[in-house]
């Protein structure tokens, strides 16, 4: 295992799972990500519920995409959820 995987936390990895799942993410952080989803099985889970959601909001929204200003503010919502939900 490389030293970045050993510094990439599940609270990462899931605060980081929809730039995976919309190809948004460089090379190396997709590697990282698919690595670190691959052999964690609570992230996998995780994945796996984010990978339906997103095909069922693009079966029932026509494939629109989100406004950036939304889009960088539950990106903030989200970071801030997982690491609060890490700290407590």
Known sequence: MSDDMEDLDCSAVLADVWLLLDNECDQDAK???EEHINRCS???EAYGLEEKLKSLLNRKCGGERAP???RARLTVE???SFTSVETD
Do not use: E, F, Y
Request: a positive charge; glycine letters at 0%.
């Open 31 to 33: 590697a990282r990500l």
């Open 42 to 44: 609570p992230c996998i």
């Open 68 to 70: 950036d200003s939304l």
């Open 78 to 80: 989200i970071r801030t």
